[in-house]
C-alpha cells in the first residue's frame, strides 16, 4: 500500500492561473519534500517540512509556496503558474531515507 | 557548497554484463551517501546507503556500492545485470550543515539490452 501518495497525477494549468498540489503521507515522519524534475535532470529541492504548520525554503523556492497544515499532509502552491514551472513535482518524506510519491505532471500553457 | 556528480549520463550494457556506475561528490565533514533508483514514469525508491563502517554495502536486487574517501567516490555496481535493471539512477549525499537535505546528482540511465 502505496504510504506517499500525490494528487492531482497530472494537470495542465494555463499561465497565471494557480495551482495546488498535494502531498499525503501514512509514513508518521516529520519531514517532508518537495522536489521538482525537469527532462533529463536530477531533483531540485523547492520546499521542506520537519514540522506541521512551519516550512522551509530549498534551493529553488522562488515562484512556490508551501503548506503543512498536519503532520500527514504537505501542499506545494503556485500561485501564478508560468511556462518555465512545466516539470515533473515528486513529494517525498523521510526518517533516514526518503520515500517518494509517484510524482504530479504539471504542464503550463 | 555540496555538489553531487554523475559523470555518464547514459550507460548501455548486455543482459548479463557487470556495470558500474560513477558517483562523485564534494563534501566537507561526515557524509551520508545513498541510490537510489527511478524507473520509467515512477518515484525514487531507496537501493541502498553509507555513513559509516564497512566502505561496501549491498543494496537490493544484487546492487553493491563502495565508498571511497579518498576519492571522493560512491561507485554502485552490479554483478549481472537483468533488463529489470533498466531505470535512472540517482546517487545523493547529505551533510552539514543540514543533514535532512539530500543533494542528488544529474542521473544515470542504465539501458540493459537483451
Known amino acids: 500500500e502505496a504510504a506517499v501518495t500525490q494528487s492531482p497525477r497530472s494537470k495542465v494549468a494555463v499561465t497565471g492561473g494557480k495551482v495546488t498540489l498535494s502531498c499525503h503521507q501514512t509514513?508518521?515522519?516529520?519531514?517532508m519534500y518537495w522536489y521538482r524534475q525537469d527532462t533529463g535532470h536530477g531533483l531540485r529541492l523547492i520546499h521542506y517540512s520537519y514540522v506541521a504548520d512551519s516550512t522551509e525554503k530549498g534551493d529553488i523556492p522562488d515562484g512556490y509556496k508551501a503548506s503543512r497544515p498536519s503532520q500527514e499532509n504537505f501542499s506545494l502552491i503556485l500561485e501564478l503558474a508560468s511556462l518555465s514551472q512545466t516539470a515533473v513535482y515528486f513529494c517525498?518524506?523521510?526518517?533516514?531515507?526518503?520515500?517518494f510519491g509517484p510524482g504530479t505532471r504539471l504542464t503550463v500553457l | 557548497t555540496q555538489t553531487v556528480s554523475q559523470s555518464d549520463a547514459h550507460v548501455t550494457v548486455f543482459e548479463g554484463d557487470s556495470v558500474e556506475l560513477r558517483c562523485n561528490y564534494s563534501y566537507g565533514g561526515s557524509i551520508y551517501l545513498s541510490w537510489y533508483i527511478q524507473h520509467h514514469g515512477r518515484g525514487l525508491q531507496f537501493l541502498l546507503k553509507y555513513y559509516s563502517g564497512n566502505p561496501v554495502v549491498q543494496g537490493v536486487n544484487g546492487f553493491e556500492a563502495e565508498f571511497s574517501k579518498s576519492d571522493s567516490s560512491f561507485h554502485l555496481r552490479k554483478a549481472s545485470v537483468h533488463w529489470s535493471d533498466s531505470a535512472v539512477y540517482f546517487c545523493a549525499a547529505r551533510g552539514m550543515p543540514n543533514y535532512n537535505v539530500l543533494y542528488f546528482g544529474s542521473g544515470t540511465k542504465l539501458t540493459v539490452e537483451p
Open positions: 509514513n508518521n515522519h516529520d519531514y
Open positions: 517525498a518524506s523521510s526518517d533516514t531515507e526518503q520515500f
